[in-house]
């Protein structure tokens, strides 16, 4: 998909903020087409995990998904059931390319001034709860706010 000028300026930026967080993790996949950004995470107990973000055709405006990417299957949960459908406790949206797709934000409340960081950083908190979570047994809700 072409980018309009002004989604070209804000990915630019956007790609300078990650850079500034992130670097060296961060890789952007077909800029010019269908555009996906993945960001290489590593949670407070050195599990490491990557996170894709793929971006609609008319970001900023609507609000992009977001998938574990590795481990390049769907995750499980402690007693081992596999995280593919939408579940208001575990925060997550169900599945895309074989990956459990996780919450964010609510696509009802998607803001064009949102950032590709807050979706990374909301991204990592999902992933300390979900290895909090692998810990203990307890559902994610327990360790997530509604985002």
Known sequence: MPWSQSQRQRLALEKSV?????????????PTGDTKVEVRMTCTNDKRY?????????????????IVSNPSTFLKKRNGNVMNESS??????????????????KPGLWKGDN????????GLIWLEA???HLRTGHPLSRFLQEM
Request: hydrophobic fraction near 30%; include cysteine; aromatic fraction near 16%.
């Open 115 to 122: 950032t590709l960081y807050q979706v990374f950083m909301k």
């Open 50 to 66: 990557t996170l894709r973000v793929y971006l609609p055709a008319d970001f900023p405006s609507s609000c992009p998904t977001m």
């Open 88 to 105: 208001s406790t575990d925060h997550t949206y169900g599945s895309k390319d074989g990956c459990t797709v996780i919450c964010h934000f």
């Open 130 to 132: 979900y290895e909090a």
């Open 18 to 30: 990650l850079e500034s967080y992130f670097e060296g993790r961060v890789s952007w996949i077909d």
